[in-house]
């Protein structure tokens, strides 16, 4: 069954450092998103992302954070400066479909430490 | 209370028991998903349920709609000590071109043998 993958599965970085999370959605689907959940927290939206560009973000989703998808299968979620409340399980996921009929698939997630 | 608020916050149950979960939103919506998170895990797709729909089945499970209170549950048939886990319900209320789901904070439930 066709799945999401995450990469790498746990991150450990500097405070200030660039991070990329790296994503594989589906490979029919259209529509991709990330998400994050602090450690004992809700998940909370991030970004979503269809024809190459950006169609909501969240406030959290700020100058420090964009998205890319260099080519036909990868999405990447990179943050410039990391700071300490960037640590998080970042999750990727896709949808065939936009709106309206959309189950969302998640991939495993990136445990992301900001040290 | 917030958009997506589960009740209860945990659950404990026995094999065999049933378990029934309870999720509360605010906002009209276009569909409401349930979720399933193992301990430090990613999140399962469990089912989906549209606005204009009532109740669906999925094998063990039953969800059913009340867009008139703003409400759904999630119902657990037969419970299995596999069925441990966190369980997530996520409202999508956007009106652009993607979807934007909005995560209730969960219940715990936990099934002993």
């Known amino acids: 069954e066709p799945e999401v993958t995450q990469t790498p599965s746990h991150q450990v970085t500097q405070m200030g450092q660039e991070v990329i999370l790296r994503c594989v959605p589906i490979s029919n689907h259209l529509y991709f998103y990330w998400y994050r959940q602090i450690l004992g927290q809700k998940v909370e939206f991030l970004v979503s992302?269809?024809?190459?560009?950006?169609?909501?973000k969240s406030e959290i989703f700020d100058d420090q954070f964009s998205v890319e998808r260099p080519d036909g299968s990868n999405f990447t979620l990179k943050i410039r400066s990391t700071k300490l409340e960037d640590s998080a399980m970042y999750f990727c996921?896709?949808?065939?479909?936009?709106?309206?009929?959309?189950?969302?698939?998640f991939g495993p997630g990136t445990r992301l430490t900001v040290l | 209370s917030q958009q997506g608020e589960e009740d209860p916050q945990a659950l404990s149950i026995q094999e065999g028991e049933n378990a029934t979960m309870n999720c509360s939103y605010k906002?009209?919506?276009?569909?409401l998903q349930w979720y399933r998170q193992n301990s430090g895990r990613g999140l399962v797709h469990l089912i989906l349920i549209r606005s204009n729909e009532r109740e669906k089945h999925s094998g063990r499970l039953r969800v059913t709609l009340d867009t008139s209170k703003k409400s759904s549950s999630l119902l657990i048939t037969a419970s299995r000590a596999a069925d441990t886990a966190s369980y997530f319900c996520?409202?999508?209320?956007?009106?652009?071109?993607?979807?934007?789901?909005?995560f209730g904070t969960g219940t715990r439930l936990q099934v002993t043998l």
């Open positions: 996520a409202t999508d209320a956007n009106t652009g071109t993607a979807s934007k789901l909005t």
């Open positions: 906002t009209s919506i276009n569909n």
């Open positions: 996921a896709s949808s065939e479909e936009g709106i309206t009929y959309n189950e969302q698939f």
């Open positions: 992302f269809y024809n190459n560009e950006i169609s909501e």
